[in-house]
């Protein structure tokens, strides 16, 4: 079955400017995570929608927000772009989330912000 | 806040040498998992343990959680260029796969 798809795969925005990303998790998968990775901060992760909710959240600011539509897809919005935000953004999904489960992510958009 | 320390940060070996990744922390974790990311991919799952002391192989590589769930392992037996990667170690502490936290990666390099 196919993977874990985002779309972007690469964007260059200016500072100010705001920006979507997309990500299509694994047919049947509900939980979708996102994650920001920098050479400086690694991996961090963002928040988890599960049913088209919020279910975690991690230490970002408000400018990063996110939704999940009724199919599983989920969408990150990051606003009044910041030189700082350059990274690649990573989505995994997992069935449920559960702790047993496996989270697949999927290549990454690369943000860059000039 | 949980940190999640790895050494050493680069290794670059030659084919055939057996190597040791080693995860770091002071909080407790419920869970530990390793991932292995290659350039233009997203962290592939590689193993997960959840109980104090575990050891798990696969095929050439064994995974260990320390005693108290705060440090873990990844021994690497005669490693190969197709080794070669990020390797990430995820800390998961309540019971969700989802809110991970990230170890700061070793990059391994393995050459002929």
């Known amino acids: 079955k196919a993977g874990v798809t985002q779309t972007p795969r690469y964007l260059i925005k200016t500072r100010g400017q705001q920006v979507t990303l997309s990500c299509s998790p694994i047919?049947?998968?509900?939980?979708v995570s996102w994650y920001q990775q920098t050479p400086g901060q690694g991996l961090q992760f963002l928040f988890e929608?599960?049913?088209?909710?919020?279910?975690n959240k991690g230490n970002f600011p408000g400018r990063f927000s996110g939704r999940q539509f009724s199919n599983s897809r989920s969408e990150m919005n990051v606003s009044t772009l910041e030189l700082g935000d350059s990274a690649l953004y990573l989505c995994?999904?997992?069935?449920?989330?559960?702790?047993?489960?496996?989270?697949?992510f999927g290549p990454g958009t690369r943000l860059l912000v000039l | 806040t949980q940190l999640l320390e790895q050494s050493p940060q680069f290794l670059s070996i030659q084919e055939g040498e057996n190597l040791t990744v080693y995860c770091n922390s002071s909080?407790?974790?419920?869970?530990l998992q390793w991932y292995r990311q290659e350039p233009g991919e997203g962290p592939v799952l590689l193993v997960t343990?959840?109980?104090?002391?575990e050891v798990k192989k696969l095929k050439r590589l064994t995974f260990q959680f320390g005693d108290a769930r705060k440090d873990s392992s990844l021994h690497i037996t005669a490693a190969q260029p197709g080794d070669t990667g990020l390797y990430l170690c995820?800390?998961?502490?309540?019971?969700?796969?989802?809110?991970?936290?990230f170890g700061t990666g070793t990059r391994l390099q393995v050459t002929l």
């Open positions: 995820a800390g998961g502490d309540d019971g969700t796969a989802s809110k991970l936290t």
């Open positions: 343990v959840v109980t104090g002391g």
């Open positions: 047919s049947g998968h509900r939980s």
């Open positions: 995994a999904s997992s069935l449920q989330g559960r702790a047993e489960e496996t989270q697949y």
């Open positions: 929608y599960f049913s088209e909710t919020q279910r």
């Open positions: 909080s407790v974790f419920s869970s």
